[in-house]
């Protein structure tokens, strides 16, 4: 690594002063349990009906292969220190990957202040459901969306009677709304 002294914890400092720090993503608990269940649930699933989709199935295996330099790296170079490092390639998947749904999730937001929503005020509004409803409405897309649809029309009344309130007439409501499955303690 050139003149870059360790900053520990796998962090590396370059001679310019800034911090890389790999991942690691095999070392998560996540990781180790899609690693040595993956096998059981893609057989098991194909024992009782039609397997998991394809897709799933991929997602779980870009996921092993997300941020590891055995499958695949790139050498950067930083042009003012002339450092080197190697940083592995990201799965980029939508699904099971925290790393690059966390990334996705700050792009996204970076687009939608930057580029996409007016500078005005807002609010975020979080509708979570109880589990047993949770499987329901993601096993199908048309029952969620008419529960969203419930949701925002209520949210938005409440809105304009709050702006009425305050003297504001002919306001405007808008959403953005992301659906999340997957959460960091592998539900």
């Not at 002294?5 to 310019?16: D, H, K, Q, S, T």
């Not at 002339?82 to 999730?105: H, I, Q, T």
Request: aromatic residues 8%.
């Amino acid at each position: 690594m050139g003149e870059g002294g360790a900053v520990g914890a796998g962090g590396v400092r370059p001679a310019c002063g800034g911090v890389y720090r790999r991942r690691q993503p095999e070392r998560s608990l996540l990781y180790r349990a899609v690693q040595e269940n993956l096998a059981t649930l893609v057989q098991e699933a194909a024992e009782v009906g039609r397997g998991l989709p394809r897709y799933v199935e991929r997602d779980f295996a870009r996921y092993l292969e997300c941020g590891v330099l055995a499958h695949g790296f790139a050498r950067v170079r930083c042009e003012g220190c002339k450092d080197e490092m190697l940083v592995a390639f990201s799965c980029k998947g939508r699904g099971v990957c925290p790393s690059c749904n966390a990334k996705r999730a700050h792009v996204t937001a970076a687009h939608l202040v930057e580029k996409v929503l007016p500078r005005v005020p807002y609010r975020q509004w979080t509708l979570s459901f109880p589990h047993r409803v949770r499987w329901v409405l993601a096993r199908d897309a048309r029952l969620f969306s008419d529960v969203l649809g419930v949701f925002l029309r209520a949210l938005f009344a409440l809105q304009r009677r709050r702006a009425r309130r305050l003297g504001i007439r002919g306001g405007q409501t808008g959403a953005v709304s992301f659906l999340q499955r997957f959460g960091s303690a592998l539900q």
